[in-house]
């Protein structure tokens, strides 16, 4: 594990590229932020961030939005981070893929339907009801690095799960854009933790 001279997150050693900073020693910068100093074509540059951008494209909330539905994921909402397994036993050497997943759960309908409407992404569910329950629940549900832009609009206003969306901003960062899938042994040690530790938060 390296500390990010430029972010200070601490990531992954295979996260990271070496850059000599001074001469009489080195720092280290994340992929991430590597790839925001290195030279590349400038039409590259725009072509990457237009599909990252594209990802992570929610609705911008008003402040009055974004407090309210902070105050619903608080309450009756879930953020995990899920590890998905290939099921053909052919494949067994591949690697785990990891989803960020988010919901929010209501009796009322018309207010998952609000927050699917005001986000702009996700879909609303209808959950099944289980013998004990009296009322019928619904679900809006958002996955992916959408979830990581969501987050962003309503962090501010967050109070129980703040910690659970730090973590989630974490395992964003270990996303690369570069179209490889495989992922290193490090990184898939690392993403497990940070899925034990939103777990954990969850209780």
Known sequence: MKNCSECKQVLPKTMFHKATREKDGLSYMCKSCRSKTRKVPEETKIRNKAKRDLELIVNSLSDVDAAYIAGLLD??????????????????????SYVLRLSINNTFPGIVEWVQMKVGHGRVYLENRSASSRKQSYRWSITGRRCLGFLREVYPYLKIKKLQAEVAFTYGRTISYSGHCKLNEEVIVFRDELRRQISDLNG
């Open 75 to 96: 309450g009756e909402g879930n953020i995990s981070l899920l590890r998905n397994h290939s099921k053909n036993p052919n494949r067994k050497n591949r690697t785990p």
